[in-house]
């Protein structure tokens, strides 16, 4: 495991989630915090950066619902609502530098999701398939 995967799980379990898997030839975890809406959240130490990321519902295409979601990344603190490849999931994604990164940087992108879900949850949950 190297240093900096070391680095990312220390402070992932100094800020209290869960790791429920961690695969280390991929350096990345995969987190749970199922209270603040954290469920399979991934956690991948591809260096230079930290990319975080989880799954938040399959969505029903439509120009409407992607210029909502647009909108709704205006008021994210961190991160945003991203797409997959083929434009059917809805995604929170926020990317960190490795070098420099602290606890308080990294909890402050984990709770930018949570922060979301209260705020948009239902709405989301519109947009879904």
């Not at 695969?23 to 130490?45: A, H, P, R, S, T």
């Not at 709770?111 to 989301?124: I, K, T």
Request: charged share 30%; glycine share 4%; with cysteine.
């Amino acid at each position: 495991m190297s240093d900096q995967m070391d680095k990312v799980r220390e402070l992932l379990l100094d800020l209290g989630h869960e790791i429920v898997q961690e695969v280390q030839e991929e350096e990345l975890f995969v987190i749970k915090d199922e209270d603040k809406g954290i469920c399979n959240m991934i956690v991948d130490c591809e260096s230079p950066m930290v990319e975080i990321e989880q799954l938040i519902l399959e969505i029903e295409g439509s120009a409407s619902n992607y210029k909502r979601l647009l909108q709704m990344n205006r008021d994210l603190i961190h991160g945003s609502f991203v797409l997959d490849e083929e434009g059917s999931k809805v995604l929170f994604r926020d990317t960190l530098e490795l070098e420099n990164l602290d606890a308080n940087e990294l909890e402050a992108t984990i709770n930018a999701l949570s922060l979301a879900l209260a705020e948009f949850g239902e709405e989301l949950l519109s947009f879904a398939k």
